[in-house]
């Protein structure tokens, strides 16, 4: 262990495959991993009190830089990221890159993709005007077509990174799009490294001059798209560097998650931990812990459920569907959340969710509509919180593959 606040340790592995069940050790607390880091673009998550926070079991939250970074003076008074979020837990802020480069392509940040999301985003990346253009200074970009254009810097990222106090912060690297091709990702790749170099720099230039404050963490980032040997080379290059974590980014083809994860988990050092950005479908969350990642983050889970979409152990059903009208079940047969110990039906979420027929006052709509998404909230986030606690339990357990096949067998039917 070095001489800061931040370690990780693995306890258990599954057998004949990459994945482990560790502990990530942070200034404001530890992760068990596998486990899904709730996302809080501004440093809270929409209709997730603190209090419900801990009581759905969640350990940590990931925050969006970009948007953290006009406030981030305030955050550093108010005693960093973890203080100023009220859920005083570990945190994790992504390092802005991707808000400033989606400006420029069509960027998804969703990582797999089907093919008609690949198709959209190749035809979104020809059409677009471009408010972002990259070089090797960083990103230029601009808010809209008539305002200035400004300057996105490695430096800038870990400068407000570092004032925001993120346990762990992510270094800034240029995320493709799937439109782009072979050529213009070897170039980004590269440019990603000597970017990664700077950050590192940066990095430990401000960690010396800091007094009184926590180490922050520094995880390099992984693109590469679905090209074996960039992502090979990506992380030979980043693996050897003095990074404390490692990101998992990038566009693809949902096929090619295992793949992918594959050749750059076999080859970073083991004893590192590694977040996969952006990804958070059971299926794609047992890939990612199968092939050595130890915490997800995803919008998902948030924004599906004020879309009326519940997680189910048997699938996702639309709450909003006439055939839950008068359905006397949980929301999920045996969920522990806090909504489903507190015995709300489906019929009532429903209900609840419905402006059924003018029967309520506007008002009266509006508050059950919020008491209802609050509801919904604290149950899908639950529901991905607790799945990545059973896998971590099926691992310690080694029992991880047939937890797994009968999990996603009852969820996928
Ligand atoms: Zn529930």
């Known amino acids: 262990m070095e001489d800061n606040d931040f370690s990780f340790q693995i306890q258990e592995r599954i057998p004949d495959a990459l994945g482990r069940a560790g502990t990530i050790h942070t200034p404001n607390g530890t992760i068990s991993t596998p486990a899904f880091m709730v996302v809080g673009t501004y440093g809270e998550v929409k209709f997730l009190s603190s209090k419900q926070f801990h009581e759905i079991g969640a350990e940590g939250m990931i925050s969006n830089g970009f948007h953290l970074s006009k406030i981030a003076d305030e955050i550093e008074q108010s005693g960093g990221l973890a203080k100023y979020s009220a859920y005083n837990c570990p945190t ?106 700077r950050c590192l720099n940066h990095h430990k230039k401000l960690t010396e001059e800091r007094v009184g404050k926590n180490y922050q963490a520094l995880y390099g980032v992984l693109q590469g798209a679905h090209y074996q040997d960039l992502r090979e080379k990506a992380a030979k290059d980043l693996g050897a560097m003095d990074f404390d974590g490692y990101g998992l980014g990038g566009a693809f083809e949902k096929e090619q998650l295992p793949d992918i994860l594959l050749w750059c988990n076999r080859i970073l050092p083991e004893n590192k931990p590694r ?68 015995n709300y039906t489906r019929e009532e979420i429903r209900k609840l969710l419905r402006d059924t027929n003018g029967t309520k006052t506007e008002k009266q709509a509006l508050n059950d509509k919020k008491i209802a ?41």
């Not at 009208?325 to 969920?335: F, I």
């Open 373 to 413: 998404i609050e509801l919904m909230t604290v149950h899908n986030v639950y529901f991905i919180v607790n799945l990545t606690k059973e896998i971590r339990q099926s691992i310690i357990e080694n029992n991880f593959h047939n937890f797994r096949d009968k999990w996603l067998k009852r969820y996928y039917g």
């Open 92 to 197: 994790i802020t992504d390092s802005g890159g991707f808000q400033v480069m989606s400006l420029g392509s069509g960027l998804g940040k969703v990582v797999s993709m089907d093919k008609r999301d690949i198709a959209r985003e190749q035809h979104k990346t020809k059409s677009k005007n471009r408010l972002a253009r990259v070089s090797e200074d960083g990103v230029y970009f601009k808010k809209n077509e008539d305002s200035e254009e400004q300057l996105f810097t490695p430096e800038y990222s870990m400068e407000f990174q570092h004032k925001i106090g993120a346990d762990i912060i992510m270094a800034f690297d240029e995320l493709t799009s799937i439109g782009d091709n072979r050529q213009y990702n070897e170039q980004a790749l590269d440019r990603t490294y000597r970017w990664g170099i």
């Open 275 to 342: 977040h996969l950005l952006g990804l958070s479908k059971p299926d794609d969350i047992f890939v990612g812990v199968e092939n050595g990642c130890d915490t997800f983050d995803c919008v998902a889970p948030t924004r599906e459920a004020r879309h009326g979409k519940i997680y189910t152990v048997d699938g996702d059903i639309n709450i909003r569907n006439a055939k839950f009208k008068n359905d006397p079940n949980p929301l999920s047969e045996g969920c522990q959340c806090p909504t489903c110990k507190s």
